[in-house]
């Protein structure tokens, strides 16, 4: 089963999470082969980081939560909250084997929080600038609530309008890149 984890941070964490970073990165080593992307998010300056970003398939919702909730910047008190949902990977396939690897480019986490029927299901035809889609899900994986993608786009609109805007209750753009090891 396929998970969405988005650590959101604190304010004034920065430092706290420099610090955690290579115990982070450890902890994510241990899931390397499990996840399907992963990075920081921004602020609009581009620079100052918002939020971590994890997608990973685990079997099961109990090994998701502690995947989420033992992350050591977690337990050190660096993030403000925790979105984990049930996802589906309709590209079927990792950040490292998407067109255009890891570098280059603005790259975005959208994310659209659901209201009503689902919407969005599928990616939109002509998006080659897609790094990560799918539906955000009930813990059941049977309602839709949403949808999270990654992806390159030249901008914070260009990577929104890739959503259907009129089907979510608001749809979040970060700036993001490709995390991990360097």
Known sequence: MEYFCYHR????????R?????EHWS????????????????????????????????????????FAFDEPAYQAG???DVLLRRWRNVLGRTMWDAPGGRGGGSRYLVLGLGQGPAADLAPPP???????????????GGTWLGTAVLLGAPD???????????????????HWEPGGRR
């Open 9 to 16: 941070d604190r304010m004034g964490s920065l430092a706290l």
């Open 18 to 22: 420099e610090e955690l970073q290579e």
């Open 27 to 66: 902890y994510m080593d241990r899931y390397a082969k499990e996840l399907i992307a992963r990075g920081p998010t921004f602020a609009d300056d581009g620079e100052t980081p918002t939020g971590s970003v994890h997608i990973v398939d685990l079997p099961a919702a109990s090994e998701a939560r502690a």
């Open 78 to 80: 660096a993030y403000r």
């Open 126 to 140: 002509g998006q080659d600038e897609l790094i990560a889609y799918g539906p955000l899900l009930s813990d059941d």
């Open 156 to 174: 914070p609109d260009a990577a929104r309008a890739v959503l259907t805007a009129d089907r979510y209750a608001d749809i979040e753009v970060h």
